[in-house]
């Protein structure tokens, strides 16, 4: 670990200590910052790179649920289960850099008061063994007692490795902040990295209070625009976008992918596949006026960002498959339920999904695969354009 980054600890945990700074929720703006510099989003942190053998591991913990019925045992039990799961994975795999790919927290059981202090433990495994990591938010994290921008600022605050940023105000839509991008560089004095990490707001859930509405559970429209101003100015910047890789993480699959289900192929394109899609199991679903409000986000990624290796989501928690959509021909991928909380079977497992660039070539294959808590390992993929 890097001296700027231990004095960022020590100033951290010197300012907050142990105990939580209470706020008020409905007092919060979206930061009204300009876009940061696509040079150095990151001014105070350290940089992600790959390691000196050319390799970059993620490790992808979704669905995480914390704080179902904390007065009854069996909650606090499930949270103290994906503790000792994040616990016994975090070592073992030694990743560069985790995401955390929505619903951290089950928004339905959660208090006013104190639903924020759930993202200190959840984020204690990452800050003890102090890896860098992000989070997106899912549809669980909107509800009328959190926000996603809630647990966004309780991230940054309580987590000195978290890299998860807001979008510039005007981009992401109601309840959608968490739209921002990672560069991951081969070294850390390159000017340009040779990989971005994009995250992106699906929504969903409810608004914030007493007087709470569904939140539309799709990558907002504006979002679209955002993406081609980012890239144009990456593009600027560090020249075109073939010379980096991508990989792109939202909760909520986008609405292409319902319908590819029925073409699985076991032997293909392995891993659980317990979770029939239907309404409101991937983007703007719910009704049919709003059919295909997530194109806008689709057709501007796929348009934009090239060398895109997968689009990763949670949300089902019984899937683990990874299927080319073929209209932009790239390869959606499902992560794995690592939380105890959330819906599911125990047969199904708990785990994560982990991603292993073996080069910084921006074309060379992403191998990935599901491991269980267990240790147990399946659904064992190379990503590349022979995948399906
Ligand atoms: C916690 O994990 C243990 C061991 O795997 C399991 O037996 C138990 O059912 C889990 N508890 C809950 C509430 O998920
Ligand atoms: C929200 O928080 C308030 C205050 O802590 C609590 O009374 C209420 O039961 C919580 N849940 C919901 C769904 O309002
Ligand atoms: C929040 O407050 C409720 C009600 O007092 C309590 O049951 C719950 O455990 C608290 N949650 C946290 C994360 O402190
Ligand atoms: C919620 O709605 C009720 C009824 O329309 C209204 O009286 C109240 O002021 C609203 N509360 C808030 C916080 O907006
Ligand atoms: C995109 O860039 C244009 C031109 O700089 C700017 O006017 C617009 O606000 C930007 N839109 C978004 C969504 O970033
Ligand atoms: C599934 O894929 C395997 C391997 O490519 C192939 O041999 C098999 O015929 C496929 N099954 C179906 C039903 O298409
Ligand atoms: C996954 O497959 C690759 C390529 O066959 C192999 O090198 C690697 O050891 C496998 N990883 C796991 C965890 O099974």
Known sequence: MRLSSILAWLVQWTVYGSSAPSFDAASLQRSSEASPTLTNPYPDKPRITFRSDGTFKITVFSDMHWGENPWDAWGPEQDANSTRLMEKV??????????????????ENAFKDNATLLIDRIVAPLNAAQIPFCSTQGNHDNQKNITHLQEILREQQVAPLSYTRVAPPGVGGVEGPGNYWIPVFET???SAPVLVLWFFDSRGGFSYGDNSTAVPDW??????????????AMNDAWGPPENRAALAFVHIPPHLIQGLQ?????????????????????????DEA????????????NANVKNLHAVISGHDHGNEWCIREPSKDVIFCFDKHAGYGGYGE????????????????????????????????????TLDKNYA
């Open 346 to 381: 125990p047969s199904w497992g708990y785990g994560v999904r982990n991603l292993v660039f073996s080069s910084t070539d921006p074309n060379a294959g992403v191998q990935t695969w599901i491991r269980l808590e267990d240790g147990d390992a399946r659904a064992n993929i």
């Open 90 to 107: 975090l070592p073992s795999e030694k990743p560069d850099f985790v995401v955390l790919n929505g619903d951290l927290i089950t928004g």
């Open 290 to 301: 709003n059919l295909g409000k997530d194109d806008a986000f689709w057709n501007s990624l």
């Open 219 to 232: 990558v907002d429209e504006s979002v679209a625009t955002w993406i081609e101003n980012e890239s144009n």
């Open 262 to 286: 029925a073409e699985l192929n076991s032997t293909k394109e392995p891993g659980l596949n317990a979770d029939s899609l239907g309404s409101g199991s991937t983007q703007s679903t719910t």
């Open 188 to 190: 850390s004095t390159d």
